[in-house]
């Protein structure tokens, strides 16, 4: 069965930077989108970026220039390095996952499009 398993979150000062690891078992990458997502207190869970099991990424247009996806196909785990960290990035990070065909060029941007979901990792920023 898939498992998706993030860690890397934490306490972080503004400015700070961060990287977010999700690994992934029972889902090749090669044939899996990976999303990440994050959910503040108090709002809707709102995209920040996927890669499609071609490798392609795609951000959210709020979040482009700070944010990086990428993957380790060897590892079978996506990245989320976050840099000029704010406040109000402060949100439960999550990944998610759907299978999509070998190699494709684009990736769903809406939690509904995903299947399997991590348990999340906490992402807090305050000095």
């Known amino acids: 069965q898939v498992q998706l398993v993030e860690s890397g979150g934490g306490l972080v000062q503004p400015g700070g930077s961060l990287r977010l690891s999700c690994a992934a078992s029972?889902?090749?990458?090669?044939?899996?989108?990976m999303g990440w997502f994050r959910q503040a207190p108090g709002k809707e869970r709102e995209v920040i970026a996927c890669?499609?099991?071609?490798?392609?990424?795609n951000y959210a247009e709020s979040v482009k220039g700070r944010f990086t996806i990428s993957r380790d196909t060897y590892k079978n785990t996506v990245y989320l390095e976050i840099s000029s960290l704010k406040p109000e990035d402060t949100a439960v990070y999550s990944c998610?996952?759907?299978?999509?065909?070998?190699?494709?060029?684009?990736?769903?941007?809406?939690?509904?499009?995903?299947?399997?979901w991590g348990q999340g990792t906490q992402v807090t920023v305050s000095s």
């Open positions: 998610a996952t759907v299978r999509q065909g070998v190699y494709r060029s684009w990736c769903a941007r809406t939690p509904d499009d995903y299947v399997y």
């Open positions: 029972g889902a090749p990458l090669d044939y899996y989108a």
């Open positions: 890669i499609s099991s071609g490798g392609i990424p």
